[in-house]
C-alpha cells in the first residue's frame, strides 16, 4: 500500500490496514502500544467497517507511526441511533464513566479490564456527534491529512 498516494479517489487516501498486524510487525508483541491497542479494542463494541463505527483520526495516526504520548480515541458514527446504542453499552460496563457532552460530543473515561490483575491507565473516548455515510466520508472530514487514518 503505498501511504503518499497522491490519487483523487478516497481509496487512494483511505489509509485502512489491521492495525493490530501491523503494531505486532512493526513493535512485537510485547510491545507497550500493541498492549494499549488491545486494551482499547476489548473495550468498544464492535466496530464494522462499512456501516460503522468506526475509530479515527490522531490517536490511531500515533498507533500506526509509534509517536510518543496518548490522545483521546474518537469514535464516529452513522446516525445518532448507532451513537446512542454505543453510549448505553459503554455506560453498562464497569469503569467507564461519563465525563461531559456537549453538541459536538460525549467524553467517557474509560478504565480497561485488565488481563492479569494489573492496574490499566484509563484513556479518553469521544462519541462524536457528526454523522457519516461511509468511511471515506469520516476521513474527508478531517482537516489534518495527517489525521487521516481509520480503523475497523
Avoid at 479517489?9 to 501491523?22: D, N, Q, V
Avoid at 483520526?57 to 483521546?72: K, L, V
Avoid at 484509563?122 to 474527508?140: A, R
Wanted: charged fraction near 20%.
Amino acid at each position: 500500500m503505498d501511504l503518499n498516494s497522491a490519487s483523487p479517489s478516497w481509496a487512494g487516501r483511505l489509509h485502512c490496514l489491521r492495525l493490530t498486524e501491523f503494531l505486532v510487525r512493526q513493535h512485537g508483541l510485547e510491545s507497550p502500544l500493541v498492549q494499549r491497542f488491545n486494551q482499547v479494542m476489548r473495550t468498544l463494541p464492535p466496530l464494522e467497517f462499512v456501516r460503522g463505527p468506526w475509530l479515527a483520526g490522531g490517536a490511531i495516526r500515533r498507533m500506526f507511526d509509534g509517536t510518543p504520548g496518548e490522545s483521546d480515541f474518537d469514535l464516529f458514527f452513522l446516525n445518532e441511533a448507532q451513537l446512542q446504542e454505543c453510549l448505553d453499552t459503554l455506560l453498562k460496563r464497569p469503569g467507564v464513566k461519563l465525563l461531559y457532552q456537549n453538541e459536538l460530543n460525549v467524553t467517557l473515561q474509560v478504565t480497561p479490564d485488565s488481563e492479569f490483575g494489573e492496574p490499566v491507565p484509563p484513556f479518553k473516548l469521544q462519541l462524536i456527534k457528526f454523522y457519516f455515510e461511509g468511511p471515506e466520508y469520516v476521513i474527508d472530514w478531517f482537516d489534518y491529512t495527517n489525521c487521516q487514518f481509520i480503523t475497523d
